[in-house]
């Protein structure tokens, strides 16, 4: 199986030991399910390689804009991990849940002053300043509160790595952050020393997601700590933290490969000190950002199948009751996933068609060309690894409700996120 908290009983599909059909029938479809275990041994994998290898100090921070709602922060609040937010609503229910913004770390290449004053006024430890307008803005909006606000720079190395352009944003020209190679980053941090109302306590980078090669980490922290040992030099800026972002890929499909998280992050150490060494500079505090790596593979979505249309000489159609309201990924990144006939996981897979969503637009598409058991109208059909960048990404286009997230714990399901109702969809219309 794709995930070893799938498994199949009777010819039914299981996810994290509960049985998915009872599932939808109970909870109805589409329906997110999220493994509330997995979420959290998935932080305790960041939690205890980070700390044996990156030291006591280091920190996970889950990249909320993976999947955010109250349950998520609970969880995060209670595993000891911080915490990246990209929004005031980020903000506002990460606060909802009762998580210490202490150790939130605020992105954004684009913070508003409102964002800004809203951050401040809760209390936000951290901001991953992008560029030097919103520098002065945070400097500005500091100086009117009376306070000192922490941040940390946002920079880019210059790497490409291999992943779909979408979320390839180590590179020189993205839209994030302050180059390295055309001498602003320098330019930046000696601005920023002169500062009156910021601390600025180190440097961020991200340099793509869904990524499986180590190596791409190991030479994004030696860029950064050669940065290091450069500012060192030149401005006698000593370096507190060091943020190498998120990014470690996930399976979607059996042939992806699966990553030894702690492994990597052993290898990533080993190069920072010996590369520290090397430059004769302290070691920082060192933090990482995941988001996918810690919710994808704990979650599922279960849809019901209503048409299944074969055009005689073209192609095949099986429709199911969500789509890209629920799952924009395919549509927007042509991204693979795993279908698997939750009811009938024993009968034999023979009816290849495209499992497509019930939205007016032909790119409402899940999969393409996935192999099943012909479906009937009433079949449950499970898209595997959706954790991660669907419930965060879903929308109401046409009207469509978001559908409600179950959790399981310990075989036991409860809502985290009621299924919207109509009501709510003209809640703000006048
Ligand atoms: N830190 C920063 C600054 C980021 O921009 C991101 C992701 C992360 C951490 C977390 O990366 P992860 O560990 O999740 O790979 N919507 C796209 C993904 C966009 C990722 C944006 N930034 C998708 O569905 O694939």
């Not at 997110?32 to 290898?53: G, Q």
């Not at 030894?260 to 590369?275: G, L, M, P, Y």
Request: net charge negative; hydrophobic share 35%.
């Amino acid at each position: 199986m794709i995930c070893d908290n799938i498994s199949v009983k009777d010819g039914v599909l299981y996810f994290a030991g509960a049985n998915t059909v009872e599932l939808a029938k109970e909870y109805k479809t589409p329906l997110y399910l999220m493994d509330e275990n997995k979420i959290r041994n998935n932080c305790r994998v960041y939690l205890n390689a980070m700390n044996k290898y990156f030291g006591a100090n280091a920190m996970p921070l889950y990249a909320s804009k993976a999947a955010s709602f109250k349950k998520i922060y609970e969880i995060m609040k209670d595993e000891g991990m911080g915490i990246d937010v990209v929004s005031s609503g980020e903000i506002y229910t990460a606060l909802k849940a009762g998580f210490n913004l202490k150790n939130a770390y605020f992105h954004s290449n684009n913070k508003t002053d409102e964002d800004i004053n809203f951050a401040m006024e809760n209390g936000v430890g951290y901001f991953v300043v992008d560029n030097k307008e919103e520098l002065d803005a945070i400097n500005q909006i500091a100086k009117e509160r009376s306070l000192t606000q922490s941040i940390l720079l946002r920079l880019t190395p210059g790497i490409d790595t291999h992943t779909y352009e979408a979320v390839n944003t180590g590179k020189v020209d993205s839209k994030f952050g302050t180059a390295i190679e055309t001498g602003q980053a320098e330019k930046m941090v000696e601005y920023t020393l002169t500062l009156s109302n910021i601390k600025l306590c180190g440097f961020h980078c991200h340099i793509g997601s869904q990524v499986f090669e180590s190596d791409t980490f190991i030479r994004g922290s030696k860029i950064m700590l050669e940065f290091i040992a450069t500012v060192k030099a030149k401005f006698g800026f000593v370096t507190e933290q060091l943020d190498l972002g998120g990014g470690y890929g996930v399976r979607y499909l059996d042939s992806h490969p699966t990553i030894d998280i702690a492994d990597n992050i052993r290898q990533v150490a080993e190069c920072i000190k010996s590369t520290a060494a090397e430059l004769n500079i302290e070691i920082p505090k060192i933090l990482l950002e995941p988001g996918r790596s810690i919710v994808a593979d704990a979650g599922m979505t279960l849809y019901t199948v209503g048409t299944v249309k074969e055009i005689t000489g073209y192609k095949n159609y099986t429709s199911i009751d969500g789509g890209m309201t629920d799952n924009p990924r395919f549509a927007l990144y042509g991204s693979p996933y795993t279908i698997l006939p939750a009811s009938r996981m024993n009968d034999t897979a023979d009816f290849v068609s495209d499992v497509v969503g019930r939205c007016c637009e032909s790119g409402d598409i899940i999969q393409k060309d996935v192999t099943l058991p012909k479906a009937k109208r009433g079949d449950i059909l499970a898209v595997c690894t959706t954790g991660a960048y669907n419930y965060s990404m879903a929308s109401n286009y046409n009207r469509i409700t978001r559908p409600a997230v179950v959790m399981i714990k310990d075989t036991k399901p409860y809502v985290a996120v009621k299924r919207e109702s109509l009501e709510y969809l003209t809640e703000n219309d006048i």
